[in-house]
Nanobody, 122 residues
């Protein structure tokens, strides 16, 4: 079982930066694929960035070069978001995938946080 808790969302002007954090609590020593996803009302949840047990990463094309996903030694997860755009406005979720592979596919992920809102104004 994995418990995830996001923080760091807020409101920022276009061009600004935010850092999202995801506190990861687990009683197992299993390695997970970890990811950030986002969703706006009326649209499907989409993958933003994922990182696997070997620290390899994948990014959505829309955020490449602007967002960076990372982990610390305690396996907490972070998303550094720079040069934010109004279209980045969404609820952002942290997630963990206990299965094989590590892809930007929400349906692959088993555990989810409750989300943190990011709003970017123009």
């Amino acid at each position: 079982q994995v418990h995830l808790a996001e923080s760091g969302g807020g409101s920022v002007q276009a061009g600004g930066s935010l850092r999202l954090a995801c506190e990861v609590s687990t009683k197992t020593r299993s390695e997970y694929c970890m990811g950030w996803f986002r969703q706006v009302p009326g649209k499907e949840r989409e993958g933003v960035a994922v990182t696997d047990f070997d620290n390899s990463t994948k990014y959505a094309d829309s955020v490449k070069g602007r967002f960076t996903i990372s982990k610390d030694s305690a396996k907490n997860l972070y998303l550094d978001m720079n040069r934010l755009k109004p279209e980045d406005t969404a609820m952002y979720y942290c997630a963990a995938d206990a299965g094989w592979g590590c892809a930007l596919a929400p349906t692959d992920f088993d555990y989810w946080g409750q989300g943190t809102q990011v709003t970017v104004s123009s």
